[in-house]
């Protein structure tokens, strides 16, 4: 147990396990309560019972060039446990064949952009100029200090002149980072992810998958907090912040129990702080409480072979968004897919989602369509992230509040960036900064 800890986190999500190891690094006592019985928030594994393998709840791609995310790897020990291109590597198919191949040679930055550019089959003379300029755009969009903010992504890519070559490259990276469709979605917070892709030397450009699992990323989170004097409770539920002579004093929690701390960091999802915090304290926040969620739909289909001629692909045209191979599995060799944005898919039957998926592979990849389909598994992620629109970007609050003591993290709080791991981690470091 432990007693009178220093700082109390409410969530072990990422953004928690961000903030409480960083401040356990510094030598912080740091009790952590979560209200299930493991970390990872939204971001989760598990062992599917009827294989034996393990599954992710989505198929999560993170980056080389996810600084925050990289550090906390680091502190735990666990890097080895993300698998990464060691270059950006983009290919995007459709009606069978592979229509734009995007790679970066290792080069120095910009030259490594730049060759890959003037190497990628199928880029109109115009895409190719467009996408020269793009590092151009990116940072003139940022620096227009809120006159940008309300512009969307379909209409900042429209006044390019790329044409719709390069919009169909594009549109995979913005539809995986926001999780949003084009047209909703914020063009700030796609220029933000694109301004720390395009400046990353090509060694950090490249797309990166958990070798096994998510959960192998925060693995021994627990005994790092243990060895440093601090706890992780599972199954305990924060219902709300304590507030005395006008600071944070620690939670109340289901069941009527009571923990103190002098600092309380709330790393739980927006909606959550809705009914943790008082009226009046809760007044600044009601706005991005009610900013909706934006789901993800995975499956996992096994083959008798491997069907994709790449590590992961871009489809173009298809409900299904991206393919990823996922190597052997049991008798068979795993394809993880996704569909962002995916509310229409929410009602939907997943044999029906199954079925549509295992014919867009075989439409798709000519690999597929003479292999044998041994299984196939359908996961809804309704609570995946809040909305990426312009509207829910300017309800984004700052970690640190009006109250003393009390200090907000996770991918919804303003980090700049969209509502991704990287972001969550970024807010969880941010926390642990900001308490003294």
Not at 47 to 60: E, F, K, M
Not at 218 to 231: K, M, P, Q, V
Not at 377 to 405: F, N
Request: aromatic content about 6%.
């Amino acid at each position: 147990m432990t007693p009178n800890p220093d700082v109390l986190v409410v969530g072990a999500g990422f953004a928690g396990v961000a903030a409480a190891t960083a401040l356990a690094e510094r030598g912080a006592r740091v009790l952590v309560v979560e209200t299930r019985q493991r970390p990872g928030g939204r971001a989760y594994s598990w062992l599917d019972p009827r294989t034996g393998d393990v599954r992710d709840n989505g198929q999560h791609v993170l980056g080389s060039f996810y600084d925050e995310t990289l550090r906390l790897l680091d502190r735990l020990g666990t890097r080895d446990s993300l698998d990464a291109d060691p270059t950006l590597r983009l290919h995007v198919w459709a009606r069978g064949r592979e229509i734009y191949r995007f790679e970066c040679p290792p080069l120095p930055s910009p030259l490594h952009w730049l060759a890959a550019v003037s190497s990628c089959e199928g880029l109109s003379l115009p895409a190719r100029i467009a996408a020269l300029r793009l590092r151009d755009r990116t940072r003139t969009l940022l620096s227009r200090n809120g006159d940008g903010a309300s512009i969307t992504v379909q209409q900042w890519m429209d006044w390019g002149s790329g044409g719709e070559d390069l919009t169909a490259l594009l549109w995979p990276l913005a539809l995986a980072a926001l999780n949003e469709l084009p047209g909703e979605a914020s063009a700030v917070l796609f220029a933000r992810v694109l301004d720390r892709l395009l400046e990353a030397p090509a060694s950090r450009t490249g797309l990166a998958l958990p070798r096994r699992g998510l959960a192998d990323l925060i693995a021994g989170f627990e005994s790092y907090l243990a060895s440093r004097g601090g706890e992780v409770r599972y199954r305990t539920t924060a219902l709300g912040v304590r507030i005395e002579d006008g600071r944070a004093a620690g939670v109340s929690l289901l069941g009527g129990g009571r923990l103190s701390a002098g600092t309380v960091i709330l790393a739980v999802p927006h909606e959550r702080i809705g009914w943790m915090l008082r009226p009046e304290v809760l007044e600044p926040y009601r706005e991005v409480v009610a900013v909706p969620w934006s789901p993800i739909v995975s499956t996992v289909h096994t083959y008798d072979r491997p069907v994709l001629p790449t590590r992961m692909a871009a489809l173009l045209g298809a409900h299904t968004q991206w393919a990823f191979d996922r190597g052997r599995a049991g008798e068979g060799f795993a394809v993880g897919t996704v569909r962002s944005a995916a509310t229409p898919d929410l009602e939907r039957d997943v044999s029906v989602i199954a079925a549509e998926t295992d014919r867009e592979l075989r439409d798709t990849f000519p690999e597929a369509r003479s292999s044998t389909l041994l299984a196939s598994r359908v996961y809804k992620e309704r609570r995946a992230t809040m909305r990426a629109t312009p509207e829910s970007e300017r309800t984004r609050p700052p970690a640190e509040t009006a109250v003393p003591g009390l200090v907000l993290a996770g991918d919804w709080t303003a980090t700049g960036l969209p509502p991704t791991i990287e972001g969550a981690v970024w807010s969880g470091h941010r926390a642990a900064e900001i308490v003294r």
